[in-house]
Nanobody
Framework: QVQLVESGGGLVQPGGSLRLSCAVSGSGFVINVMAWYRQGPGKQRELVAAITIGGSANYADSVKGRFTLSRDNAKNTVYLQMNSLKPEDTAVYFC???????????????WGQGTQVTVSS
């Protein structure tokens, strides 16, 4: 069974930093794009950043220059470094990954359970 294990959320003051991690547990598959989404209070879920298997990342305009997404393919893990955090970054952050089992043409869309990030003084 393939699962996403998230860690690193918490409470931080404005201007502070946090690093989120998302590891894919299990074996027998290839992980394509990995991404972080977030859902703030009363808001729809939105894409924060995504990264390809080759390491090419793209970001939402609201986090460009502040967040950095990186990936360790050997560990099937992504890291979201969040700097200069603002109160509007407060949300539940969800990890997402596309997993293709060996020998299969079909990709499964995996989601983590979410980790809370709160930016407040």
């Amino acid at each position: 069974q393939v699962q996403l294990v998230e860690s690193g959320g918490g409470l931080v003051q404005p201007g502070g930093s946090l690093r989120l991690s998302c590891a894919v547990s299990g074996s027998g598959f290839v992980i394509n794009v990995m991404a972080w989404y977030r859902q703030g209070p009363g808001k729809q879920r939105e894409l924060v950043a995504a990264i390809t298997i080759g390491g090419s990342a793209n970001y939402a305009d609201s986090v460009k220059g502040r967040f950095t997404l990186s990936r360790d393919n050997a560990k099937n893990t992504v890291y979201l470094q969040m700097n200069s955090l603002k109160p509007e970054d407060t949300a539940v952050y969800f990890c997402n990954a596309g997993a293709v089992p060996f020998g299969s043409p079909y990709e499964s869309d995996l989601w983590g359970q979410g980790t809370q990030v709160t930016v407040s003084s």
